[in-house]
């Protein structure tokens, strides 16, 4: 849970504030590393969210239900839920990676990205946005 939370505030904090905005011609404005610090962003925060509710779980097994305890509450089981929380965290937002397009186009270089004007439009992206909004919640 700690990982989880360092890196959201890396990604959210310290690379999008801080360094985006201080270096706004860095290597950050490349549209590759734009396209993939969003997808972390996402991802990282999903994983944190995510990670917490499973905690969460398993205090209230230890703390309430004696009974199951024994048979939930082991290293194996949480490192089995944390995998499995963390590779769906991620996985569910590699389209994200293909969301964005770059800005323009300085010499051989992509800069900046914004949204693929298909995004708003496309029966793809929106059946990814709906099925986005309905997994999330059932993770």
């Not at 396209?35 to 995510?50: A, G």
């Not at 770059?102 to 029966?123: F, K, L, M, Q």
């Amino acid at each position: 849970m700690a990982v989880a939370d360092i890196m959201v505030c890396i990604f959210n904090v310290i690379v999008r504030n801080v360094l985006s905005y201080h270096f706004p011609d860095s290597f950050l404005a490349y549209t590759c590393t734009c396209r993939l610090t969003s997808f972390i962003q996402i991802s990282c925060v999903q994983f944190s969210v995510w990670s917490t509710v499973s905690f969460t779980v398993d205090r209230f097994f230890a703390i309430c239900c004696q009974k199951l305890k024994s048979k939930y509450c082991t290293e194996r089981t949480a490192a089995v839920i944390l995998t499995t929380v963390c590779l769906c965290s991620f996985l569910i937002h590699i389209p994200v990676y293909f969301r964005y397009e770059p800005s323009y186009i300085a010499g051989d270089i992509r800069w900046g990205c914004h949204p693929v004007a298909e995004y708003a439009s496309s029966p793809a992206w929106k059946t990814y946005k709906w099925f986005a909004k309905l997994l999330v919640p059932l993770l």
